[in-house]
């Protein structure tokens, strides 16, 4: 069985990954605010969790406890992907609602950090070929003003990448863990950058020309990219990558 751990599932790249994860006879445990439900072709398992990332705590326990009930010896692979992320409203940070900041920090960095040490901590004993794809962006490596806490976060996840993959590489069949950049795609966080005021960020203008200009892929696309991407022969041998460098 191919074991796949994935959040941010409902909606946008995460459901993308999970259909096509789907169609190749995946196992999915899809991590989402509301649960998520998709068609499931013969070969696929969906196992839906309606979870709020934003407590990951009693979630990464919960990971815990689900994979040790599993037969190690029986998976295939065991994959993470934190996919899930928050874009606090557009602003200076000084204009930054203290709710929504923290909110997004909390699922873009705190939780990708809890869910990655519980996977690697369940399943240190399984023989499987495990890897951890945390869903970064440019942003995380090029700073844009009136987006600090989603660039923090992003850089957060780079660096985060970095760390694990200095451990892992001390370990016997340690895992392979690589912060993506997943390029430029067409879902709801993309309408939220190019509505924005303007006045309180102006690179909304940009995003809107990259709509215009058809500049975006559609999430289908940016996850077969993805999936690729971690399918390749190397992958984790840099634990910071972009698939537009493949």
């Known amino acids: 069985m191919h074991l796949t751990i994935l959040t941010g599932a409902s909606r946008g790249l995460g459901r993308a990954v999970a259909e096509q994860l789907l169609a190749r006879g995946h196992h999915v445990l899809a991590l989402s605010r509301q649960a998520a439900e998709m068609p499931v072709p013969p ?13 990951t705590a009693p979630v990464a326990e919960r990971l815990v406890h689900w994979l040790g009930s599993l037969d190690g010896s029986r998976i295939a692979s065991a994959t993470l992907i934190n996919n899930a992320g928050v874009v606090s409203n557009p602003a200076p940070l000084s204009a930054g609602d203290a709710g929504e900041l923290l909110n997004a920090i909390r699922v873009g960095l705190e939780a990708p950090l809890l869910l990655t040490a519980a996977f690697l901590r369940a399943t240190a004993t399984w023989s499987a070929p495990r890897k951890v794809l945390l869903v970064s962006s440019g942003l995380g490596r090029r700073a844009m003003a009136g987006s600090a806490s989603y660039c923090a976060a992003k850089a957060g996840l780079d660096h985060l990448a970095r760390a694990v993959a200095l451990e892992e590489a001390d370990k016997p069949g340690g895992a392979r ?48 990219k993805l999936l690729n991407y971690l399918d390749r022969a190397d992958f984790g041998s840099q634990p910071v990558g972009d698939v537009r460098d493949a």
């Not at 924005?196 to 999430?219: I, N, T, V, Y």
Request: hydrophobic share 45%; aromatic share 4%; net charge negative.
């Open 177 to 224: 863990i690589v912060s993506l950049a997943p390029g430029v795609i067409d879902t709801d966080m993309q309408v939220q950058l190019r509505t924005a005021d303007r006045k309180l960020f102006p690179a909304g203008e940009m995003f809107a020309g990259l709509k215009s200009g058809g500049q975006l892929d559609s999430p289908a696309t940016a996850a077969t």
């Open 43 to 55: 070969g696929g398992q969906l196992t839906p969790w309606a979870v709020d990332l934003a407590d």
